[in-house]
Nanobody
Framework: QVQLVESGGGLVQAGASLRLSCAASGLTFSNYAMGWFRQAPRNEREFVAAISRIGDSTFYADSVKGRFTITRNNAKNLVYLQMNKLRPEDTAVYYC??????????????????WGQGTQVTVSS
């Protein structure tokens, strides 16, 4: 079955960096555009970033643009989220997900099929 497993979360101070990883199995990884979402307590799940199947196109939520970078390694079935200059408002559980259909600027969770279990990121002030 399809599995997406996130790792790399943790507790950091504001201004620090973290790199999240998402390992995929059970699917032909290079056939899927991938995305990262996050969900803070009492908030809805929100889009963070997405990357095309071969990694030649990306887009970001305005709140993370210029600070976060999404990349992928299709040979290793991995997608990454490099997070720099972290802020307390970035605190959330971060999820990776596979995009449904062809590549597009899809920001709704309903446009993604498979999800990981999430990894907690906590940024202290």
């Amino acid at each position: 079955q399809v599995q997406l497993v996130e790792s790399g979360g943790g507790l950091v101070q504001a201004g620090a960096s973290l790199r999240l990883s998402c390992a995929a199995s059970g699917l032909t990884f290079s056939n899927y555009a991938m995305g990262w979402f996050r969900q803070a307590p009492r908030n809805e799940r929100e889009f963070v970033a997405a990357i095309s199947r071969i990694g030649d196109s990306t887009f970001y939520a305005d709140s993370v643009k210029g600070r976060f970078t999404i990349t992928r390694n299709n040979a290793k079935n991995l997608v990454y989220l490099q997070m720099n200059k972290l802020r307390p408002e970035d605190t959330a559980v971060y999820y990776c997900a596979s995009q449904r259909g062809g590549w597009g600027h899809r920001t709704s969770p309903t446009e993604y099929d498979y999800w990981g279990q999430g990894t907690q990121v906590t940024v202290s002030s």
